[in-house]
Structure formats: structure tokens, C-alpha cells
């Protein structure tokens, strides 16, 4: 998720991503500024999931983040 008590989702991706770029990431948000921030990032092993989603949308962003 973007809004964290920490840091925020992209600082967090970041984070992860120094350490082990392999991991797959899914990002949820519902807000449009935060769909155009993460369309800007480098999209390798990063699946974007916009909120608000159902079951079968979580399915299929898990399943690509783990091709």
C-alpha cells in the first residue's frame, strides 16, 4: 500500500528492491497521483493492483508477480 505510518510505498519498493531486486512487488493504491508515480518506476517483477479490487483481480496480480 502507499499510505504507510513509516514511509510511503515508493520509499518502501525502493528499499526492497536495493536489497533483493529479484522479489516480485504488488502495489495497491486508489490514488491517481500515486498510478502515475509507480508508472514512472522501473516495472521489472512490480505488478500494479488499483484499488478498489476483488478476489480475482488479487489472483491474477499475485500470479503475474510470481511468473
Do not use: C
Not at 1 to 22: E, F, N, Y
Not at 42 to 50: D, S, V
Amino acid at each position: 500500500d502507499t499510505d504507510m505510518p513509516v514511509m510511503d510505498g515508493a520509499a518502501a519498493v525502493q528499499a526492497i528492491k536495493h536489497m533483493r531486486p529479484d522479489v516480485p512487488v504488488i502495489i495497491a493504491s486508489g490514488a491517481k497521483r500515486d498510478t502515475e508515480r509507480w508508472e514512472r518506476m522501473p516495472q521489472e517483477n512490480m505488478t500494479n493492483l488499483g484499488k478498489p479490487y476483488n478476489l480475482e483481480q488479487l489472483l491474477i496480480a499475485v500470479a503475474m508477480a510470481l511468473q
